[in-house]
């Protein structure tokens, strides 16, 4: 069975870091795209960062560039998120995802491209 297990979320101040991770099983991992969308309350889901599958290209969104950084274990069939300078308007839940495809990150950026989602973890970042 397909499973993407998100951790790490909770509450930090503002300025502050977390670090998320996103346990795959059930696939061959280092053949998937993997990417993190996140979803404030009242809004729709946008993309945050997306990593190829042999980890060489990673996409940030340009509200997340330059303080998030994505990365992966295919070792360990990992994802991670490091968020740094965390911002009150970075609230929100965040997902993992893997494309639908293997060996193509396609449109990293639309939340179609991607078949299988993690519960979602929450994020707070106060003030």
């Known amino acids: 069975q397909v499973q993407l297990v998100e951790s790490g979320g909770g509450l930090v101040q503002a300025g502050g870091s977390l670090r998320l991770s996103c346990a795959d099983s059930?696939?061959?991992?280092?053949?998937?795209?993997m990417a993190w969308f996140r979803q404030a309350p009242g809004k729709e889901r946008e993309f945050v960062a997306c990593?190829?599958?042999?980890?060489?290209?990673?996409y940030y969104s340009e509200s997340v560039k330059g303080r998030f950084t994505i990365s992966r274990n295919n070792a360990k069939d990992t994802l991670y998120l490091q968020m740094n300078s965390l911002k009150p308007e970075d609230t929100a839940v965040y997902y993992c995802?893997?494309?639908?495809?293997?060996?193509?990150?396609?449109?990293?950026?639309?939340?179609?491209?991607?078949?299988?989602w993690g519960q979602g973890t929450q994020v707070t970042v106060s003030s």
């Open positions: 995802a893997a494309s639908r495809s293997q060996y193509n990150t396609g449109n990293y950026a639309s939340p179609t491209n991607f078949g299988s």
């Open positions: 059930g696939r061959t991992f280092s053949n998937y795209a």
């Open positions: 990593i190829s599958w042999y980890g060489g290209r990673t």
